[in-house]
T-cell receptor
Framework: GESVGLHLPTLSVQEGDNSIINCAYS??????FIWYKQESGKGPQFIID?????DKRQGQRVTVLLNKTVKHLSLQIAATQPGDSAVYFC??????????FGKGTRLSVIA | GAGVSQSPRYKVAKRGQDVALRCDPI?????LFWYQQALGQGPEFLTY????????KSGLPSDRFFAERPEGSVSTLKIQRTQQEDSAVYLC?????????????FGPGTRLTVT
């Protein structure tokens, strides 16, 4: 499949370890945030979202942390698996405005 | 069930040609979105439809870009007089409810290369 990005920041983790992917957002008015996973040749896939009235939300093997003070978002993946290898994007929005995506981080899982 | 489909998956156009990219959303989804994704970048919003109404086209980069969804289902993104800077992956997404916060389901994209 085609590559979604050639010069993205890359995070390499050993299979079974935990992964932490970070995102700095720019708009202090943003009050809704989403993490997406994009595999090569595919469109982005929703992972988890969080609203600004929360600072933590957990899903299946994933946790999103939001720090509004420093405008920082992180995605934690527990027990990383080879199938987690992909590019991960954070997206933000406020009110009824379009989602704004970050640049992405490539996660590479070493078996 | 079937997800969002897009056609063609790959398109090569000579500079100056017109292209039309098709999106088939998930059946019954009210909202439809188009994004442009340059290599190494995140998707960038182009336009948004609620049923057949184009409610937001603030992301269209120029008047060469035009989108329609005449019957509130299939959508077409047309680019006239293509330029090299139009080379990108064009993603379509649909969601069940109106607005930008309803979960968006993305298609695989159409990769446009302008030579």
């Amino acid at each position: 499949g085609e590559s979604v990005g050639l010069h993205l920041p890359t995070l390499s983790v050993q299979e079974g370890d935990n992964s932490i992917i970070n995102c700095a957002y720019s708009n202090s008015a943003s009050d809704y945030f989403i993490w997406y996973k994009q595999e090569s040749g595919k469109g982005p896939q929703f992972i988890i979202d969080i609203r600004s009235n929360m600072d933590k939300r957990q899903g299946q093997r994933v946790t999103v942390l939001l720090n509004k003070t420093v405008k920082h978002l992180s995605l934690q993946i527990a027990a990383t698996q080879p199938g987690d290898s992909a590019v991960y994007f954070c997206a933000e929005n406020y009110g009824n405005t379009p989602l704004v995506f970050g640049k992405g981080t490539r996660l590479s899982v070493i078996a | 069930g079937a997800g969002v489909s897009q056609s063609p998956r790959y398109k090569v156009a000579k500079r100056g040609q017109d292209v039309a990219l098709r999106c088939d959303p998930i059946s019954g989804h009210v909202s439809l979105f188009w994004y442009q994704q340059a290599l190494g970048q995140g998707p960038e919003f182009l336009t948004y439809f609620q049923n057949e109404a184009q409610l937001d086209k603030s992301g269209l980069p120029s008047d060469r870009f035009f989108a329609e969804r005449p019957e509130g289902s299939v959508s077409t993104l047309k680019i006239q007089r293509t330029q090299q800077e139009d080379s990108a992956v064009y993603l379509c997404a649909s969601s069940l409810e109106q607005g930008f916060r309803s979960e968006q389901y993305f298609g695989p994209g159409t990769r446009l290369t302008v030579t």
